[in-house]
Protein backbone atom coordinates (compact mmCIF):
# COMPACT_ATOMS: atom_id res chain seq x y z
CA UNK A 1 0.00 0.00 0.00
CA UNK A 2 1.31 3.36 -0.97
CA UNK A 3 2.26 6.11 1.29
CA UNK A 4 0.14 8.74 -0.42
CA UNK A 5 -3.43 5.87 0.30
CA UNK A 6 -1.97 5.20 4.01
CA UNK A 7 -2.07 8.78 4.58
CA UNK A 8 -5.77 9.54 2.86
CA UNK A 9 -7.13 6.69 4.87
CA UNK A 10 -5.45 8.25 8.12
CA UNK A 11 -7.42 11.25 6.64
CA UNK A 12 -10.55 9.46 6.09
CA UNK A 13 -10.60 7.84 9.57
CA UNK A 14 -9.67 10.96 11.75
CA UNK A 15 -12.67 12.59 9.52
CA UNK A 16 -14.86 9.82 10.81
CA UNK A 17 -13.82 10.08 14.59
CA UNK A 18 -14.73 13.88 14.59
CA UNK A 19 -18.01 13.42 13.07
CA UNK A 20 -18.58 10.93 15.44
CA UNK A 21 -17.26 12.80 18.22
CA UNK A 22 -19.97 16.01 17.18
CA UNK A 23 -22.71 13.31 17.34
CA UNK A 24 -21.71 12.35 20.42
CA UNK A 25 -21.85 16.05 22.28
CA UNK A 26 -25.02 16.10 20.58
CA UNK A 27 -26.35 13.40 22.07
CA UNK A 28 -25.07 14.00 25.72
CA UNK A 29 -26.59 17.82 25.33
CA UNK A 30 -30.08 16.80 23.81
CA UNK A 31 -30.67 14.00 25.64
CA UNK A 32 -29.48 15.47 29.16
CA UNK A 33 -30.29 19.00 29.10
CA UNK A 34 -32.78 19.62 26.49
CA UNK A 35 -35.48 17.81 28.57
CA UNK A 36 -35.20 20.92 30.53
CA UNK A 37 -35.29 23.82 27.91
CA UNK A 38 -39.15 24.54 27.27
CA UNK A 39 -40.00 24.77 30.63
CA UNK A 40 -36.96 26.39 32.00
CA UNK A 41 -36.15 28.85 29.69
CA UNK A 42 -40.01 30.00 30.10
CA UNK A 43 -39.77 30.21 34.00
CA UNK A 44 -36.11 32.55 32.79
CA UNK A 45 -38.49 34.58 31.45
CA UNK A 46 -40.57 34.69 34.45
CA UNK A 47 -38.52 35.59 36.68
CA UNK A 48 -35.50 37.71 34.66
CA UNK A 49 -33.01 34.75 35.54
CA UNK A 50 -30.57 34.27 32.99
CA UNK A 51 -29.22 30.75 32.47
CA UNK A 52 -25.29 30.44 32.53
CA UNK A 53 -22.56 27.95 31.69
CA UNK A 54 -24.69 26.34 28.78
CA UNK A 55 -21.54 27.08 26.19
CA UNK A 56 -19.20 26.05 29.26
CA UNK A 57 -20.90 22.53 29.72
CA UNK A 58 -21.02 22.18 26.04
CA UNK A 59 -16.93 22.86 25.86
CA UNK A 60 -16.32 20.61 28.77
CA UNK A 61 -18.27 17.85 27.41
CA UNK A 62 -15.96 18.32 24.01
CA UNK A 63 -13.21 18.11 25.74
CA UNK A 64 -13.98 14.96 27.60
CA UNK A 65 -14.79 13.12 24.30
CA UNK A 66 -11.66 13.99 22.69
CA UNK A 67 -9.98 12.55 25.93
CA UNK A 68 -11.92 9.01 24.97
CA UNK A 69 -10.85 9.17 21.31
CA UNK A 70 -7.40 9.68 21.96
CA UNK A 71 -7.69 6.65 24.66
CA UNK A 72 -9.29 4.73 21.76
CA UNK A 73 -6.97 5.66 19.06
CA UNK A 74 -4.03 4.62 20.85
CA UNK A 75 -6.00 1.53 21.77
CA UNK A 76 -6.18 1.37 17.80
CA UNK A 77 -2.92 1.36 17.50
CA UNK A 78 -1.89 -1.20 20.20
CA UNK A 79 -4.48 -3.54 18.39
CA UNK A 80 -3.22 -2.85 14.99
CA UNK A 81 0.20 -3.52 16.66
CA UNK A 82 -0.73 -6.71 18.38
CA UNK A 83 -2.30 -8.03 14.35
CA UNK A 84 1.08 -7.27 12.76
CA UNK A 85 2.75 -9.63 15.22
CA UNK A 86 0.07 -12.53 14.99
CA UNK A 87 1.57 -12.44 11.10
CA UNK A 88 -1.33 -9.97 9.89
CA UNK A 89 -1.43 -7.05 7.91
CA UNK A 90 -0.78 -3.90 10.33
CA UNK A 91 -3.25 -1.57 8.32
CA UNK A 92 -5.71 -3.94 8.19
CA UNK A 93 -5.87 -4.17 11.88
CA UNK A 94 -5.43 -0.75 12.09
CA UNK A 95 -8.51 0.06 10.09
CA UNK A 96 -10.54 -2.22 11.69
CA UNK A 97 -9.84 -0.70 15.51
CA UNK A 98 -9.85 3.06 14.29
CA UNK A 99 -13.22 2.24 12.88
CA UNK A 100 -14.68 0.70 15.84
CA UNK A 101 -13.29 2.88 18.40
CA UNK A 102 -15.43 6.12 17.68
CA UNK A 103 -18.49 3.57 17.93
CA UNK A 104 -17.10 1.87 21.55
CA UNK A 105 -16.42 5.53 22.71
CA UNK A 106 -20.07 6.78 21.36
CA UNK A 107 -21.53 4.29 23.60
CA UNK A 108 -19.53 4.85 26.20
CA UNK A 109 -19.63 8.43 26.87
CA UNK A 110 -23.52 8.03 26.06
CA UNK A 111 -23.82 6.47 28.91
CA UNK A 112 -21.13 7.68 31.41
CA UNK A 113 -21.97 11.15 30.17
CA UNK A 114 -25.86 11.90 30.03
CA UNK A 115 -26.71 10.45 33.50
CA UNK A 116 -24.35 13.19 35.04
CA UNK A 117 -25.19 15.70 32.90
CA UNK A 118 -28.94 15.23 33.35
CA UNK A 119 -28.31 15.46 36.91
CA UNK A 120 -26.11 18.64 37.01
CA UNK A 121 -28.71 19.87 34.97
CA UNK A 122 -31.67 18.96 37.21
CA UNK A 123 -29.30 20.48 40.01
CA UNK A 124 -28.64 23.66 38.50
CA UNK A 125 -32.09 24.12 38.06
CA UNK A 126 -33.31 22.94 41.30
CA UNK A 127 -30.64 25.87 42.41
CA UNK A 128 -31.61 29.06 40.71
CA UNK A 129 -35.38 28.39 41.25
CA UNK A 130 -34.53 27.64 45.16
CA UNK A 131 -33.29 31.41 44.98
CA UNK A 132 -36.47 32.92 44.10
CA UNK A 133 -38.18 30.71 46.39
CA UNK A 134 -40.33 28.61 43.87
CA UNK A 135 -40.15 24.47 43.39
CA UNK A 136 -38.90 22.64 40.76
CA UNK A 137 -40.16 19.50 39.69
CA UNK A 138 -39.38 16.89 36.82
CA UNK A 139 -40.05 13.20 36.29
CA UNK A 140 -36.65 12.69 37.65
CA UNK A 141 -37.10 14.10 40.88
CA UNK A 142 -39.33 13.00 43.79
CA UNK A 143 -41.74 15.45 45.17
CA UNK A 144 -41.40 17.06 48.19
CA UNK A 145 -45.45 15.84 49.23
CA UNK A 146 -44.84 18.75 52.19
CA UNK A 147 -44.34 21.46 50.17
CA UNK A 148 -47.49 20.68 47.71
CA UNK A 149 -49.56 20.01 49.80
CA UNK A 150 -48.84 23.17 51.55
CA UNK A 151 -49.10 25.11 47.96
CA UNK A 152 -52.90 23.33 47.20
CA UNK A 153 -53.63 24.89 50.22
CA UNK A 154 -52.75 28.12 50.08
CA UNK A 155 -54.28 28.38 46.45
CA UNK A 156 -57.20 26.08 46.41
CA UNK A 157 -60.09 28.27 48.42
CA UNK A 158 -63.69 26.38 47.65
CA UNK A 159 -66.93 28.31 48.31
CA UNK A 160 -69.95 26.60 49.09
CA UNK A 161 -72.87 27.60 46.85
CA UNK A 162 -76.61 26.78 47.58
CA UNK A 163 -78.33 25.87 44.63
CA UNK A 164 -81.74 27.62 43.61
CA UNK A 165 -83.22 28.56 39.82
CA UNK A 166 -81.42 30.38 37.02
CA UNK A 167 -83.02 31.91 33.69
CA UNK A 168 -79.73 30.80 31.84
CA UNK A 169 -78.23 33.01 29.33
CA UNK A 170 -79.55 31.47 25.63
CA UNK A 171 -76.90 32.86 22.98
CA UNK A 172 -78.25 32.76 19.49
CA UNK A 173 -74.73 34.48 18.29
CA UNK A 174 -71.78 34.20 20.31
CA UNK A 175 -72.30 37.76 21.73
CA UNK A 176 -75.71 37.19 23.21
CA UNK A 177 -76.14 39.03 26.63
CA UNK A 178 -80.07 38.82 27.10
CA UNK A 179 -81.26 36.72 29.92
CA UNK A 180 -84.13 35.15 28.57
CA UNK A 181 -82.60 31.30 28.30
CA UNK A 182 -84.64 28.61 29.56
CA UNK A 183 -84.92 27.69 33.63
CA UNK A 184 -82.71 25.70 35.19
CA UNK A 185 -82.05 23.66 38.41
CA UNK A 186 -79.08 24.08 40.15
CA UNK A 187 -78.14 21.95 42.55
CA UNK A 188 -75.54 22.63 45.37
CA UNK A 189 -71.87 22.84 44.74
CA UNK A 190 -68.68 24.20 45.11
CA UNK A 191 -66.63 26.85 43.13
CA UNK A 192 -63.36 28.18 43.46
CA UNK A 193 -62.59 31.72 45.01
CA UNK A 194 -60.39 32.93 41.77
CA UNK A 195 -59.31 31.48 38.78
CA UNK A 196 -56.13 28.89 39.08
CA UNK A 197 -53.10 30.69 39.44
CA UNK A 198 -49.59 29.52 37.92
CA UNK A 199 -48.55 28.82 41.08
CA UNK A 200 -51.03 25.85 41.42
CA UNK A 201 -50.83 24.77 37.67
CA UNK A 202 -46.76 24.41 38.05
CA UNK A 203 -47.24 22.72 40.76
CA UNK A 204 -49.69 20.29 39.98
CA UNK A 205 -48.52 19.67 35.89
CA UNK A 206 -45.02 20.97 36.08
CA UNK A 207 -44.95 23.17 33.28
CA UNK A 208 -45.03 26.64 32.33
CA UNK A 209 -47.61 27.13 29.59
CA UNK A 210 -48.62 30.88 30.11
CA UNK A 211 -47.57 33.76 27.49
CA UNK A 212 -47.94 36.32 30.65
CA UNK A 213 -45.42 34.97 33.90
CA UNK A 214 -46.79 35.57 37.17
CA UNK A 215 -47.34 33.25 40.34
CA UNK A 216 -50.54 34.82 41.07
CA UNK A 217 -51.38 35.64 37.56
CA UNK A 218 -54.31 33.44 36.53
CA UNK A 219 -52.71 30.18 34.34
CA UNK A 220 -53.49 30.78 30.70
CA UNK A 221 -52.42 29.35 27.14
CA UNK A 222 -54.18 26.15 28.27
CA UNK A 223 -56.82 23.83 26.06
CA UNK A 224 -59.79 22.48 27.66
CA UNK A 225 -58.07 19.24 27.51
CA UNK A 226 -55.56 20.21 29.80
CA UNK A 227 -57.98 21.60 32.28
CA UNK A 228 -59.54 18.44 32.60
CA UNK A 229 -56.35 16.42 33.01
CA UNK A 230 -55.40 19.14 35.74
CA UNK A 231 -58.23 18.17 37.10
CA UNK A 232 -57.67 14.88 37.42
CA UNK A 233 -53.95 15.06 38.74
CA UNK A 234 -55.43 17.31 41.81
CA UNK A 235 -57.89 15.11 42.50
CA UNK A 236 -55.62 12.15 42.16
CA UNK A 237 -53.34 14.16 44.78
CA UNK A 238 -55.76 14.90 47.28
CA UNK A 239 -57.05 11.44 47.33
CA UNK A 240 -60.66 11.96 45.32
CA UNK A 241 -62.52 10.05 42.65
CA UNK A 242 -61.94 11.30 39.53
CA UNK A 243 -64.72 13.19 37.59
CA UNK A 244 -63.26 12.61 34.08
CA UNK A 245 -62.25 9.50 31.98
CA UNK A 246 -59.68 10.57 29.00
CA UNK A 247 -59.25 8.35 26.10
CA UNK A 248 -57.10 9.16 23.79
CA UNK A 249 -56.80 7.01 19.90
CA UNK A 250 -55.17 6.81 16.88
CA UNK A 251 -57.42 7.80 13.88
CA UNK A 252 -56.81 8.36 10.29
CA UNK A 253 -58.24 12.09 9.09
CA UNK A 254 -59.41 12.84 5.49
CA UNK A 255 -56.51 13.36 4.05
CA UNK A 256 -55.22 10.11 5.61
CA UNK A 257 -53.00 11.62 8.24
CA UNK A 258 -52.62 9.96 11.49
CA UNK A 259 -54.20 11.76 14.20
CA UNK A 260 -54.86 11.80 17.95
CA UNK A 261 -58.34 11.56 18.80
CA UNK A 262 -59.59 12.77 22.36
CA UNK A 263 -62.39 11.46 24.66
CA UNK A 264 -63.56 13.00 27.51
CA UNK A 265 -66.45 10.69 29.89
CA UNK A 266 -67.92 12.46 32.53
CA UNK A 267 -68.62 10.19 36.28
CA UNK A 268 -70.96 13.46 37.26
CA UNK A 269 -70.70 12.02 40.89
CA UNK A 270 -67.48 11.35 41.49
CA UNK A 271 -66.15 14.00 44.34
CA UNK A 272 -62.77 14.70 42.54
CA UNK A 273 -62.60 18.64 41.01
CA UNK A 274 -64.05 19.68 37.56
CA UNK A 275 -64.90 22.15 35.80
CA UNK A 276 -68.29 24.36 36.28
CA UNK A 277 -71.06 23.62 33.90
CA UNK A 278 -72.25 26.47 32.41
CA UNK A 279 -75.45 26.93 34.50
CA UNK A 280 -73.31 26.64 37.76
CA UNK A 281 -70.49 29.54 36.19
CA UNK A 282 -73.79 31.46 35.51
CA UNK A 283 -75.36 31.43 38.62
CA UNK A 284 -72.39 32.10 40.51
CA UNK A 285 -70.96 34.72 38.68
CA UNK A 286 -74.61 36.12 39.38
CA UNK A 287 -74.46 35.81 43.33
CA UNK A 288 -76.27 32.64 43.49
CA UNK A 289 -78.69 32.76 45.70
CA UNK A 290 -77.32 35.89 47.44
CA UNK A 291 -77.59 38.06 43.91
CA UNK A 292 -78.37 41.45 43.22
CA UNK A 293 -79.22 41.48 39.23
CA UNK A 294 -76.06 43.25 38.78
CA UNK A 295 -74.60 44.16 35.35
CA UNK A 296 -71.26 42.73 36.13
CA UNK A 297 -70.11 39.89 38.25
CA UNK A 298 -70.55 42.19 42.09
CA UNK A 299 -71.29 45.42 40.40
CA UNK A 300 -72.89 47.48 37.58
CA UNK A 301 -69.14 49.48 37.70
CA UNK A 302 -67.21 46.85 35.52
CA UNK A 303 -63.40 48.91 36.64
CA UNK A 304 -64.92 47.85 40.33
CA UNK A 305 -64.53 44.32 39.64
CA UNK A 306 -62.59 43.52 36.36
CA UNK A 307 -59.96 43.42 34.36
CA UNK A 308 -60.98 44.19 30.71
CA UNK A 309 -59.34 45.83 27.23
CA UNK A 310 -60.27 49.86 29.27
CA UNK A 311 -57.88 49.18 32.06
CA UNK A 312 -55.87 45.87 31.68
CA UNK A 313 -52.97 47.64 29.79
CA UNK A 314 -52.87 44.63 27.67
CA UNK A 315 -52.59 41.63 30.12
CA UNK A 316 -53.81 39.73 32.57
CA UNK A 317 -53.60 40.63 36.63
CA UNK A 318 -52.85 39.12 39.56
CA UNK A 319 -55.94 37.22 40.66
CA UNK A 320 -58.43 38.34 43.71
CA UNK A 321 -57.36 42.33 43.30
CA UNK A 322 -60.43 43.65 42.22
CA UNK A 323 -63.69 43.41 44.37
CA UNK A 324 -65.55 40.07 45.02
CA UNK A 325 -68.91 39.48 44.04
CA UNK A 326 -71.88 38.78 46.73
CA UNK A 327 -70.85 34.95 47.04
CA UNK A 328 -66.97 36.42 47.56
CA UNK A 329 -65.70 35.33 43.98
CA UNK A 330 -63.47 36.92 42.49
CA UNK A 331 -62.49 37.69 38.47
CA UNK A 332 -65.73 36.39 37.44
CA UNK A 333 -65.90 38.88 35.11
CA UNK A 334 -62.38 40.19 33.19
CA UNK A 335 -59.00 38.74 33.39
CA UNK A 336 -59.08 35.64 31.90
CA UNK A 337 -62.19 33.83 30.07
CA UNK A 338 -62.85 30.60 31.92
CA UNK A 339 -63.27 27.42 30.37
CA UNK A 340 -67.04 25.25 31.22
CA UNK A 341 -67.78 22.17 30.74
CA UNK A 342 -70.36 22.18 28.37
CA UNK A 343 -70.57 22.63 24.42
CA UNK A 344 -71.74 25.41 22.78
CA UNK A 345 -74.62 25.11 20.62
CA UNK A 346 -77.09 27.37 19.01
CA UNK A 347 -79.34 26.50 22.12
CA UNK A 348 -79.02 27.31 25.77
CA UNK A 349 -76.92 25.05 27.99
CA UNK A 350 -78.88 22.08 28.13
CA UNK A 351 -76.63 20.06 25.91
CA UNK A 352 -78.81 19.33 22.72
CA UNK A 353 -76.84 16.59 20.59
CA UNK A 354 -79.44 17.38 17.49
CA UNK A 355 -77.40 21.18 17.35
CA UNK A 356 -74.33 21.78 15.90
CA UNK A 357 -70.76 21.55 18.90
CA UNK A 358 -69.06 24.76 17.89
CA UNK A 359 -66.60 24.39 20.80
CA UNK A 360 -66.55 24.79 24.63
CA UNK A 361 -68.23 27.40 26.22
CA UNK A 362 -66.31 30.12 27.71
CA UNK A 363 -67.55 32.75 30.44
CA UNK A 364 -66.23 35.96 31.88
CA UNK A 365 -64.41 38.08 29.36
CA UNK A 366 -60.84 39.06 29.35
CA UNK A 367 -58.50 41.64 29.61
CA UNK A 368 -58.71 41.73 25.70
CA UNK A 369 -62.27 42.48 25.50
CA UNK A 370 -64.76 45.28 26.08
CA UNK A 371 -67.63 45.53 28.96
CA UNK A 372 -69.87 43.34 26.54
CA UNK A 373 -67.77 40.37 26.92
CA UNK A 374 -67.53 40.92 30.64
CA UNK A 375 -71.06 41.24 31.52
CA UNK A 376 -72.51 37.78 33.76
CA UNK A 377 -74.58 36.78 30.65
CA UNK A 378 -72.39 36.91 28.41
CA UNK A 379 -71.26 33.79 26.09
CA UNK A 380 -68.87 32.56 24.15
CA UNK A 381 -66.59 29.52 22.64
CA UNK A 382 -63.33 28.48 22.19
CA UNK A 383 -62.35 25.20 20.33
CA UNK A 384 -61.49 22.75 22.86
CA UNK A 385 -57.66 21.98 21.78
CA UNK A 386 -56.89 25.82 21.15
CA UNK A 387 -55.01 27.35 23.52
CA UNK A 388 -55.68 31.04 24.27
CA UNK A 389 -53.37 34.17 26.37
CA UNK A 390 -57.05 35.42 27.76
CA UNK A 391 -58.74 31.75 28.39
CA UNK A 392 -57.98 30.06 31.79
CA UNK A 393 -60.53 28.34 34.28
CA UNK A 394 -61.74 27.67 37.96
CA UNK A 395 -62.26 24.85 39.71
CA UNK A 396 -65.65 23.17 41.09
CA UNK A 397 -66.66 20.57 43.00
CA UNK A 398 -70.14 18.24 43.65
CA UNK A 399 -70.72 18.94 47.75
CA UNK A 400 -70.44 15.21 49.26
CA UNK A 401 -73.98 14.53 50.37
Not at 228 to 240: A, D, P, Q, T
Not at 361 to 371: A, E, F, K, L, Q
Request: with cysteine.
Amino acid sequence: MSNIIKIMLIILLLSLTILMSFAVISCQRNDSLDFLDEDFEDYEQDTGTARTGRAGESIYAGVRSWIYYIIFISLSFLVASYWKKKGQNYWVGFIISIVLSPVIAFVICYFISAKSNKEKAIEKAHETMAKHGHTFHSTNTAVDTESRQSIINEEVKLVSVKGGKLQVSNGKDKEETDSNGSARTVKDFSISRYPVTQRLWREIMGNFPSEFKGEKLPVESISWFEAVEFCNKLSKIEGLAKVYEIKTEKKQNDLGFGINKISVNTNENAGGYRLPTEAEWEYAAKGGDKRTESMYAGSDRLDDVAWYNGNSDGKTHPVANKKPNELGLYDMSGNVYEWCRDWYVETDCSNNENKLKKGKIVRGGSWDYGPVRCRVNGRFFRVETGRYNDCGFRLARNIPK
